[in-house]
C-alpha cells in the first residue's frame, strides 16, 4: 500500500516521503498513530502544495541569508575584554559574545551556533571566523580582541 509520511518513521522513510508499506503495518500502526495516510489523489495534492509552501520558505531562508551576509562579511569587529599582563585575558571570549557584538554594530540577530570556533578565544589579537548562516552562505568577519 502506498502511503505518505507525515513524520519520520525508522527503517520506512523521511516525512513526506510517498512510501510503499505493508498493508497490515500502514492499518494497524501508522495510520492509528497518525504517522502516515493513504497516498491517494486527494491527500497527494496536500503533499505536493506543501512541498511547494517549504519550498518558498526555504528560498526566503536563504535570502535573509544572503543579505545578513552582505552587511557582515568582511567587516571586522572589536570586542574589549579584561585582560592580564601579557596576550591573555581573563577568561576567554565565546560565541555568544561575538554574536552579541556583531548585533550591537550591525543590528541583526546571529545565533550564537552559527559561529564557527573551535575553540574560545583566550588572547588579544585578531581571529578570522566563519559564520555559517545558511547550507550554502558562509561569511567570513575579523574580530580584533583588545584589552578594556
Do not use: W
Amino acid at each position: 500500500m502506498k502511503v505518505i509520511l507525515l513524520q519520520d518513521v525508522k527503517g520506512l522513510g523521511r516525512e513526506g516521503e510517498v512510501v510503499n508499506a505493508k498493508d497490515g503495518y500502514a492499518t494497524n500502526f501508522l495510520f492509528p498513530k497518525q504517522l502516515a495516510v493513504k497516498a491517494n489523489e486527494e491527500n497527494m495534492a496536500v503533499l505536493e502544495e506543501k512541498a511547494e509552501e517549504r519550498r518558498i520558505q526555504k528560498e526566503k531562508e536563504k535570502q535573509a541569508a544572503q543579505d545578513i551576509y552582505e552587511q557582515i562579511n568582511g567587516k571586522s569587529f572589536e570586542l574589549k575584554v579584561k585582560a592580564g599582563s601579557g596576550e591573555r585575558l581573563f577568561g576567554s571570549v565565546t560565541s555568544k559574545e561575538i554574536a552579541e557584538e556583531i548585533g550591537r554594530q550591525c543590528g541583526i540577530e546571529i545565533d550564537k551556533r552559527k559561529i564557527e570556533l573551535s575553540e574560545n578565544i583566550k588572547e588579544k589579537g585578531e581571529k578570522q571566523i566563519s559564520i555559517k548562516l545558511h547550507a550554502d552562505i558562509t561569511a567570513t568577519v575579523k574580530i580584533i580582541i583588545s584589552a578594556l
